[in-house]
């Protein structure tokens, strides 16, 4: 069997974009993400960056290249780097519907929260966008 294309393609946006969403929404909205931006340490966040990275290379490399057949380390570095930046991108403008992104006002905290809502979003915008 041959390997998926590994071409990141419109449609993969689309579904990144939705799996996003559909974990990042509900978590934009809870008070304890807000109150937890606001007190957890960078020595927290670091660590919580690193490991969604490394769990969502985890995913893009076994669910979406099927067991590891992958395409070259630059089409594998370009879907993960995509996945998490729109992954970012969606979770800020969620937080910005609701007004809990003060990217002006309290920039430190407007990008914690930014970073603790794409924690869980990131692994649902991968999920979704492999089941294509």
């Keep these: 069997m041959a390997p998926r294309s590994t071409q990141i393609k419109m449609h993969d946006v689309a579904q990144l974009v939705v799996g996003a969403l559909v974990l990042g929404f509900p978590v934009a909205v809870t008070e304890e993400v807000w109150d937890l931006s606001e007190s957890l340490p960078w020595t927290s966040i670091?660590?919580?960056?690193?490991?969604?990275?490394?769990?969502?290379?985890?995913?893009?490399?076994?669910?979406?290249?099927?067991?590891?057949?992958?395409?070259?380390?630059?089409?594998?570095?370009?879907?993960?780097?995509?996945?998490?930046?729109?992954?970012?991108?969606?979770?800020?403008?969620?937080?910005?519907?609701?007004d809990k992104f003060p990217i002006f006002g309290e920039p430190e905290t407007a990008i914690k929260r930014v970073i603790l809502v794409a924690f869980p979003a990131s692994f649902a915008a991968t999920v979704v966008d492999s089941m294509s």
């Design 46 to 98: 670091i660590p919580i960056i690193a490991w969604s990275i490394f769990v969502l290379g985890g995913f893009i490399y076994y669910l979406h290249h099927q067991g590891g057949r992958i395409g070259t380390k630059t089409e594998f570095a370009s879907r993960l780097l995509l996945s998490y930046g729109l992954t970012l991108v969606c979770c800020a403008i969620a937080l910005a519907l609701v």
